[in-house]
C-alpha cells in the first residue's frame, strides 16, 4: 500500500531545522550541518519522485507541489514560523531545479536564515544575493495574488487550486501513457490525497468546483469531477481517509482505458455503430491493463483497479464488460458509476447529450430504472446531494435569485436547502448576499417564508456560480 502520510512535511521541517541552526550557529558548527544534509536528502527525495520541487505559501496555507501541507499540532509551531521566515523575506513561492545543489541550498538557507536588510524591498534584495552568489537552480517569487483576501477566499482559491492542478495530473499521465511515457504512480497519488484533504475539509466548495466551466478538456475534468464526487460520497458513507485515498484513485482513473479509443470514435456526435460501440465499452478492459503499466504499479491498490474494470457493470451485471460467472460489482465501482452519471449529466463532457441542471440529474438517478446503479448508494447520494444540489441556481418564489450552498442537514428536508442569495426580489445583483435556510418559517402564519420555484442555467445570466459557493 502506498503510503498517505504528507511528504511535504518533511522538508519543510528540514528547511525549517536549518535555518534555524543557521541563526544560532556559525556554518561550520555540526548541527548546522547536520541540518543541511537534512535538507539536502529531503529535497533530493521529492526531487527525484517527481521532477521538481516547488513550495507555496498561501495565507495560512502551505503547498509542496501540488499537495497542500496540513499543519499538525506537534509541527505546527515550526511550520508557521517557517512561513514567517520566507513571508519577511517577500517569498510566496520557492522552486529547486533537480539539478540543484548541496552548495545552492547552503546559500540560500543561509540568506533567508539572515534578517532581511531594512529599507529596501526584500524579495528583490533575495533575488540579487541569490544571484551574486551565483544560486540559479533555486529561485524565489512573490505571492500569488490569488491567494490574498479574506479567509472564504482563500479556502476557495485553495479549492480551485487543488481542482485546476488535479486536471493538469490527470492530463498529464492519460497523455503520458498514450504516448507510452512511464508515469510515476506517486504524482497521481498526492493529486488525489489532496482531493481527498480538499474534500474534507471544504466539502461545499469543492463540489462548488463541479460547475467551472473554464476549461476545455471535459474527458480530465470529467475524472477530476468524479473523484471529487466519490470521495464526498464516501465520506458520507463513513469511510477512513485510507478508503477514501483508494476510492479517489479509482475515481480519478476510471476512464483511463479511454486514452487507447480513437477520440473521433469517443467524441463523435450521434449514435455509435457497432464496431466503434465495441471498442468504446472495452475501455475497461483496456484501463484495468494500462493500471498495470503504470510506474509502480505493484503499488497501486487492488481494490482501486479492480473499480475500474468494473464501473460499467451495474449491480444487475447487465452491462459491460460481460462477465460469465457470477460474481458481485464492488463498492467503489457502484459509487463510481452514480458519481460519474451524475457529472456526465450535469457537464458538456458527453457529446451525446446537452447538459442538464443538478436537480434535475438527481431526478434523473432517483428515476433510473432498478439494477442501473446501487439503490442504496443512489439514496445516500440524493441524500448527501439534496434534491437541490450545491451549487445550483435557483429562483425562489419571493422572485429572489440564489445559489445553493448547502444541502439541508435534516434528510427531512431535501427540497429546503441553504441558498446564498445573489439577486433581490427586484432582480438587483446583491453579489455575495445573505445565507437563508429555506426551511425558515414565518412566525405568524406558519408558512415557509422561502421556497424554490425553479432551477434555472447560470449560463443564462452570466453566473458563475462556483464563485458564490464558498
Ligand atoms: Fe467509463
Ligand atoms: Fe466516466
Known amino acids: 500500500m502506498m503510503s498517505s502520510q504528507h511528504?511535504?512535511?518533511?522538508?519543510?521541517?528540514?528547511?525549517?531545522?536549518?535555518?534555524?541552526?543557521?541563526?544560532?550557529?556559525?556554518?561550520?558548527?555540526e548541527v548546522v550541518k547536520r541540518g543541511l544534509?537534512?535538507?539536502?536528502?529531503?529535497?533530493?527525495?521529492?526531487?527525484?519522485?517527481?521532477?521538481?520541487?516547488?513550495?507555496?505559501?498561501?495565507?495560512?496555507?502551505?503547498?509542496v507541489n501540488d499537495l497542500q501541507v496540513k499543519l499538525d499540532l506537534h509541527d505546527y509551531a515550526s511550520l508557521s514560523a517557517f512561513r514567517e521566515v520566507l513571508r519577511s523575506h517577500g517569498v510566496g513561492r520557492m522552486e529547486a531545479s533537480p539539478k540543484s545543489s548541496a552548495e545552492d541550498w547552503q546559500a540560500f538557507l543561509t540568506l533567508i536564515a539572515a534578517d532581511p536588510e531594512p529599507g529596501q524591498p526584500p524579495l528583490e534584495a533575495l533575488q540579487a544575493e541569490l544571484q551574486k552568489n551565483g544560486v540559479?537552480?533555486?529561485?524565489?517569487?512573490?505571492?500569488?495574488?490569488?491567494?490574498?483576501?479574506?479567509d472564504a477566499q482563500q479556502s476557495a482559491e485553495a479549492a480551485r487550486h487543488t481542482y485546476t492542478r488535479s486536471v493538469k495530473v490527470a492530463r498529464d499521465m492519460m497523455e503520458g501513457l498514450v504516448l507510452g511515457k512511464a508515469i510515476g504512480a506517486r504524482r497521481a497519488e498526492r493529486a488525489v490525497l489532496a482531493?481527498?484533504?480538499?474534500?474534507?475539509q471544504e466539502p461545499a466548495t469543492m463540489l462548488g468546483m463541479l460547475t467551472l466551466r473554464d476549461f476545455d478538456d471535459h474527458s480530465y475534468v470529467h475524472s477530476v469531477n468524479v473523484a471529487i464526487l466519490s470521495v464526498a460520497l464516501g465520506d458520507y458513507l463513513g469511510f477512513n481517509r485510507e478508503q477514501l485515498f483508494e476510492l479517489g484513485f479509482a475515481a480519478l482513473f476510471h476512464d483511463i482505458g479511454k486514452v487507447l479509443i480513437p477520440p473521433a470514435v469517443l467524441?463523435?456526435?450521434?449514435?455509435?455503430?457497432?464496431?466503434?460501440?465495441?471498442?468504446?465499452?472495452?475501455?475497461?478492459?483496456?484501463?484495468?491493463?494500462?493500471?498495470?503499466?503504470?510506474?509502480?504499479?505493484?503499488?497501486?491498490?487492488?481494490r482501486a483497479m479492480l473499480a475500474v474494470y468494473e464501473?460499467?457493470?451495474?449491480?444487475?451485471?447487465?452491462?459491460?464488460?460481460?462477465?460469465?460467472?457470477?460474481?458481485?460489482?464492488?463498492?467503489f465501482a457502484r459509487i463510481i458509476a452514480l458519481t460519474e452519471a451524475y457529472d456526465?449529466?450535469?457537464?458538456?463532457?458527453?457529446k451525446q447529450f446537452l447538459p442538464c441542471s443538478p436537480d434535475e440529474a438527481i431526478r434523473q438517478l432517483r428515476e433510473a430504472e432498478t439494477g442501473a446503479y446501487d439503490a442504496v448508494i443512489t439514496r445516500a447520494f440524493v441524500n448527501m446531494m439534496g434534491i437541490f444540489p450545491v451549487a445550483t441556481l435557483v429562483i425562489l418564489d419571493t422572485g429572489e435569485m440564489g445559489v445553493v450552498v448547502a444541502p439541508n442537514p435534516n434528510p427531512k428536508?431535501?427540497?429546503?436547502?441553504?441558498?446564498?442569495?445573489?439577486?433581490?426580489?427586484?432582480?438587483?445583483?446583491?453579489?455575495?448576499?445573505?445565507?437563508?435556510?429555506?426551511?425558515?418559517?414565518?412566525?405568524?402564519?406558519?408558512q415557509y417564508r422561502r421556497s424554490i420555484a425553479r432551477s434555472t442555467d447560470p449560463e443564462r445570466y452570466g453566473i458563475s456560480v462556483a464563485d458564490h459557493v464558498a
Open 195 to 200: 482531493v481527498v484533504d480538499q474534500v474534507l
Open 344 to 350: 456526465a449529466a450535469i457537464s458538456n463532457y458527453s
Open 136 to 150: 540559479s537552480r533555486i529561485s524565489v517569487g512573490p505571492p500569488s495574488a490569488m491567494f490574498e483576501g479574506s
Open 267 to 302: 467524441n463523435k456526435m450521434g449514435w455509435l455503430n457497432d464496431e466503434e460501440w465495441r471498442l468504446v465499452s472495452q475501455h475497461p478492459d483496456f484501463g484495468l491493463l494500462m493500471m498495470f503499466s503504470v510506474e509502480g504499479s505493484e503499488d497501486l491498490p487492488y
Open 311 to 331: 464501473h460499467h457493470m451495474k449491480p444487475d451485471l447487465s452491462g459491460y464488460p460481460r462477465v460469465i460467472r457470477r460474481r458481485r460489482q464492488g463498492l
Open 7 to 29: 511528504p511535504g512535511t518533511g522538508i519543510l521541517s528540514a528547511m525549517y531545522g536549518a535555518v534555524r541552526a543557521l541563526q544560532l550557529y556559525p556554518l561550520e558548527n
Open 413 to 446: 428536508s431535501l427540497s429546503r436547502p441553504l441558498v446564498r442569495i445573489i439577486a433581490n426580489s427586484d432582480g438587483e445583483r446583491v453579489g455575495d448576499g445573505p445565507i437563508r435556510d429555506l426551511t425558515e418559517r414565518d412566525p405568524e402564519t406558519n
Open 37 to 63: 544534509v537534512e535538507v539536502k536528502e529531503q529535497a533530493d527525495s521529492i526531487l527525484k519522485l517527481e521532477g521538481g520541487l516547488s513550495i507555496w505559501v498561501a495565507g495560512n496555507y502551505m503547498f
